[in-house]
């Protein structure tokens, strides 16, 4: 079980790092995404993607495609949020195709963790992942700098602890969100191993 899902991440992250070599075949129109991203995204997110609740995620500098894809993904209903299926369904796919290359063009804002006595544990899990209870390496997927890949994996760094908290306990519960290899990844994680490596991560940039 160990090696096939070792094999599964190491395959997804090579399909990944693919992905982020190839030349993008359309892009969207920034100043049309910027509209929309006033009118529809900032009371949630910020003008800029910079989200300032904790509950919210900060979508500056994350990669178009991923957004994009996940702008759909609520639309369609396999992620499972109301409210994000409401601003969602107004949405064209080219909406989200110009709003998603908006909001990668922003500059994230650099966070700091909240609680500086979790690094050690958090980085040890984000770096080395855990042996004993078979937990990957996060660095694994989403690099050293929580940078991510475009489509395939999200850019981590300075996002807030608690949405990362949350999104981990999403995929251990299978409900709001499916994703084979993060159900699995969650699943071997305690309540303190996701708490340690949200810290960490929100301070990575």
Do not use: W
């Not at 990944?16 to 995404?33: E, Y």
């Not at 995204?41 to 989200?51: I, Q, T």
């Not at 107004?90 to 979790?118: G, I, T, W």
Request: proline share 5%.
């Amino acid at each position: 079980m160990k090696r096939k899902m070792l094999l599964a991440i190491a395959a997804a992250t090579l399909a990944g790092s693919a992905l982020a070599a190839s030349p993008a075949v359309t892009r969207g129109d920034v100043a049309k995404g910027k509209v929309i991203a006033e009118q529809v995204c900032a009371a949630c997110h910020g003008a800029d993607g910079n989200s300032v609740a904790s509950a919210n995620p900060s979508l500056a500098g994350q990669h178009a495609k991923y957004l994009e894809s996940q702008l759909k993904a609520f639309k369609s209903g396999e992620r499972k949020n109301p409210i994000m299926l409401g601003m969602a369904s107004s949405l064209s796919d080219a909406d989200m195709k110009n709003v998603a290359e908006y909001f990668s063009e922003q500059k994230l804002k650099p966070r700091q963790a909240n609680d500086k006595a979790l690094l050690p544990a958090g980085q040890k899990l984000y770096k080395a992942g855990n042996p004993v209870t078979r937990v990957p390496a996060c660095m694994a997927c989403h690099g050293a700098a929580g940078k991510g890949y475009p489509a395939q994996y999200p850019a981590l760094g300075s996002q807030h602890a608690a949405y990362i908290v949350k999104q981990l306990n999403d995929f251990k519960a299978g409900t709001d969100r499916k994703n084979p290899i993060m159900a699995d990844v969650a699943m071997r994680m305690s309540d303190a191993d996701m708490k340690a490596v949200a810290e960490y991560i929100s301070g990575l940039r």
